[in-house]
């Protein structure tokens, strides 16, 4: 999700290709063999095949928004919380999230460790309505998209963490966004007949 996020947000259009990841299309492994979404082919030949490097490869290109405009204090922040959400963070919300994969693993102790990462989260946004203040950047949205799954994992008890009062707004001004709405539409999965599709769609 949150590629398409900065794709969206760095108006950079490109050809989407939905496809199932229980039956890969053999185009998208020949490109990334670990065979895991999302793939940007680029004109020069480059593959991305990490949502991170696309949105960083995105924004670099065109930032309209100012989603990379972070003070030298603000990028050393940025870096060390993305850390934590694509390593520890992440970590424990796939095992707290599918626990059935998991079967030895102590879903409470996973929960609680999300939880530990969440409560820092809701402290920086205390007073703010996004993580460095007033307006988005690019760190809000490569972090909301792994909020959304821990809420999904377990909406009741996600939603009864009252101490989580300035990260439920955050994820809820999130997800009654255009930009989610815009992202989240559904498409045809592709085959190699179909007729190109551009991503973002036009209004």
Not at 153 to 179: C, V
Not at 193 to 200: C, G, K, Q, S
Request: aromatic share 10%; charged share 25%.
């Amino acid at each position: 999700m949150r590629a398409r996020l900065a794709l969206l947000a760095s108006e950079q259009i490109c050809e989407h290709r939905e496809i199932l990841l229980r039956d890969k299309p053999a185009t998208m492994l020949a490109l990334s063999p670990k065979g895991t979404v999302p793939v940007l082919w680029l004109p020069d030949g480059r593959v991305l095949d990490e949502s991170l490097d696309v949105m960083y490869w995105t924004l670099h290109n065109n930032d309209p928004l100012g989603w990379l405009e972070y003070t030298s204090s603000e990028i050393l922040l940025a870096t060390k919380l993305i850390e934590e959400n694509d390593g520890p963070f992440k970590y424990h919300l796939d095992r707290y999230k599918y626990a059935d994969r998991y079967e030895k693993e102590n879903l409470a102790l996973h929960r609680d460790s999300c939880l530990e990462t969440l409560e820092k989260l809701n402290a920086l946004l205390s007073g703010n309505d996004w993580l460095f203040g007033a307006e988005a950047r690019m760190i809000d949205y490569a972090i909301l998209p792994f909020i959304r799954q821990c809420r999904i994992a377990n909406s009741d008890w996600f939603d009864a963490q009252n101490q989580l009062e300035d990260l439920h707004r955050w994820l809820q001004n999130f997800l009654t966004s255009d930009i989610f709405n815009i992202v989240m539409h559904k498409y045809d999965v592709w085959n190699d007949e179909d007729d190109p599709v551009v991503f973002p769609p036009k209004a």
